[in-house]
């Protein structure tokens, strides 16, 4: 390859087309499961004010201080910002556009994001996700009712070697008195802190608890739980939720060192991982944010919803050796000589308008290289056009499984194609 061909941007990758009709596939089996609970598609744009993400995220976090895609419009100096997740675009439209004046929401969307970080498996700078919102909603029914659409989910994909883990982040005075303590409590131990705990020590000490560094683990055990802070609202909350899943026969793991990457988050929050995919063992996570809504600008309102990598899931897929169904064709049309390639068009337009998926040979060549053609295409029939059969207005419909071909005139073509495809 030439030195001056142009390549994509590290980290965001060309889909092929085998490869994408992999991703068809998911997206129809995640829609139409999406569908079944009542949630419905809201689509935003790529582009949002990097204000938004500041003001939800928090400027506190790695994927505001390290990782977002932003710049300024160099037509009007607005400060602006590739999405680096989905949530608050969705709770910013929410408001936007009143949705929440009659009723709850139940969203999804789905589609790239953008977070500058270093690109290996399971983790790129444009990757996808799905993301399924429920605004409005107070209670913990609709906490479970997300981690057991996510169950579902993997049962119905066929994924295996998942495992849930919870927790709960409290309200936010138990985070406040939490914040103090462990604030107090590192400060005693900073010779063992890392740089990046440091930095962090007194402008966001929760992600610490977070750290995956070795040396920080003993110290990390022994750090005040925020569990210990929380109020008796919140920890029926909690309750509530796990009783529900071990009711519906889910497994759980509570995780009191997980606090999950976003400032927004409150009470429950949840990540399903797998141990197969190395470090990007996450696969899908989420939680309630009930303050994002007034954080952005709303009257206040509960909400809660998660997110999965569509990547991190097709891997999965992949290694468990999961196929999928090709994309039908139904016939593909073969033709040699002038008048049989007028004639072919017409027959192909004819079978495409009663819903047949139908390959239209194009770019000439012999009947041998055609059929070749159709028979790598997938298609179920091949319907040759030579001189003879354009001339008599007629076709020869071939079943590329059995062998099994008629001549037929056009008044029978239909007919013909039907039974041949409902026999193969």
């Not at 790529?46 to 990782?67: H, N, Q, W, Y």
């Not at 939490?178 to 929760?206: F, M, T």
């Amino acid at each position: 390859m030439s030195n001056n061909t142009l390549q994509a941007v590290r980290g965001m990758n060309d889909i092929l087309p085998e490869e994408a009709e992999r991703w068809l596939w998911f997206e129809g089996v995640v829609r139409d499961w999406l569908h079944s609970y009542g949630y419905r598609n809201i689509r935003m744009p790529l582009v949002e004010p990097t204000s938004l993400f500041k003001r939800a995220i928090g400027e506190v976090t790695d994927i505001v201080e390290k990782e977002m895609y932003s710049f300024e419009d160099a037509l009007n100096g607005d400060h602006l910002t590739l999405r680096p997740e989905g949530t608050a675009s969705c709770v910013r439209a929410v408001l936007q556009h009143n949705l929440l004046y009659n009723a709850p929401q139940r969203l999804y969307y789905s589609g790239p994001m953008f977070r500058h970080e270093r690109p290996q498996k399971g983790r790129y700078r444009q990757f996808h996700q799905v993301g399924v919102e429920a605004l409005g909603f107070a209670g913990p029914d609709i906490d479970v009712e997300q981690v057991l659409m996510c169950a579902r989910l993997w049962k119905k994909l066929g994924i295996k070697d998942v495992s849930l883990q919870i927790n709960t982040l409290g309200d936010s005075a138990a985070r406040q008195s939490h914040r103090g303590k462990l604030i107090a409590y590192l400060e005693q131990h900073q010779d063992v802190l890392d740089a990046e705990a440091k930095r962090r020590l007194y402008s966001n000490p929760l992600r610490i608890l977070d750290s995956k560094n070795p040396a920080m683990q003993d110290i990390i055990a022994g750090a005040p739980r925020l569990m210990d802070e929380l109020d008796d609202e919140a920890k029926a909350h909690f309750q509530a939720v796990q009783d529900a899943l071990t009711r519906h026969g889910v497994a759980f793991e509570i995780n009191p060192r997980l606090v999950r990457g976003l400032d927004y988050y409150n009470r429950t929050v949840f990540e399903w991982v797998t141990t197969r995919l190395g470090a990007q063992g996450t696969i899908c996570a989420g939680g309630r944010y009930d303050g994002l809504v007034e954080q952005i600008g709303g009257k206040p309102a509960p909400a809660t919803g998660f997110a999965m990598g569509v990547e991190r899931l097709l891997a999965l897929l992949e290694d468990d050796g999961v196929t999928c169904p090709r994309v039908r064709v139904d016939a593909y049309v073969v033709h040699q000589g002038e008048l049989a390639q007028v004639f072919a068009s017409d027959v192909a337009e004819r079978l495409r308008n009663v819903d047949l998926n139908v390959i239209l040979h194009c770019g000439g060549g012999s009947f041998k290289s055609q059929m070749k053609k159709a028979d790598a295409s997938g298609a179920k029939l091949a319907v040759l056009i030579g001189q003879s059969e354009a001339e008599g207005q007629e076709v020869t419909v071939k079943n590329l499984g059995t062998g099994q071909q008629v001549r037929v005139g056009c008044l029978g073509l239909l007919a013909t194609v039907h039974n041949m495809l409902c026999a193969s």
